[in-house]
């Protein structure tokens, strides 16, 4: 039976500096919705994990095989971000309770992104970090369905995660065409099997 909607996420922030100088963001293309370039992320209570951090440890490990030396939480907020798995309480808070972590990762570590969740992976300049999130944006203010998001634009809810973060600006107009994405259902639920198959 497919795993309901827990509402809670986590989220991790993996940073590195590059042998020019430049810093650079650990960026997964996820395999199905929501759609676009993130940082790690997944549910934090839907294997009844210990902590939240457990939950952030193990969803790096599994969709970019990093292990994580050190996490800090940084960021606590709840959005209302629509993800592929079925809702389990119709009358909860659409959404998910965010907690987001730094995680410190060693500085050789390569990203090795799971076949079967992801469509790759790459380290990111904080410059192209800004340009998938102005690419989300401009999409965002066009009014088409979030379904046809650009796959190598920022996932939506990371564009407003993001502006939080301090990495990246983003006006309140902008932010609130953004929500409009991260807000809506997807074309369709996860019902079991191997997500995204067909897509």
């Known amino acids: 039976m497919p795993s309901l909607c827990c509402g809670t996420s986590v989220g991790g922030r993996v940073r590195r500096t590059a042998a020019n100088g430049d810093e650079e963001y650990a960026i997964l293309y996820r395999a199905w919705w929501p759609i676009g370039g993130a940082c790690i992320a997944g549910h934090g209570k839907d294997k009844r994990q210990a902590s939240f951090e457990t939950a952030m440890r193990e969803e790096a490990d599994e969709e970019l095989g990093l292990k994580v030396l050190e996490a800090t939480e ?21 959404g998910h309770l965010w907690t987001v972590f730094d995680l410190e990762v060693a500085p050789d570590a390569r990203l090795l992104p799971d076949p079967e969740e992801t469509r790759g992976a790459e380290w990111v300049t904080g410059d192209r970090l800004r340009e998938m999130a102005a690419a989300t944006i401009a999409f965002a203010r066009s009014g088409r369905p979030a ?14 995660l993001c502006h939080r973060l301090g990495d990246i600006t983003v006006s309140d107009a902008d932010r609130s065409s953004v929500r409009g994405l991260y807000s809506s259902p997807p074309p369709e639920y996860y019902r079991g099997g191997r997500p995204g198959a067909g897509r």
Request: a negative charge.
């Open 147 to 160: 379904a046809e998001q650009p796959a190598d634009s920022l996932e939506a809810v990371w564009v407003e």
């Open 74 to 94: 940084v960021l606590t907020v709840h959005l209302p971000n629509l993800c592929s798995a079925p809702p389990a309480d119709a009358f909860a808070s659409p």
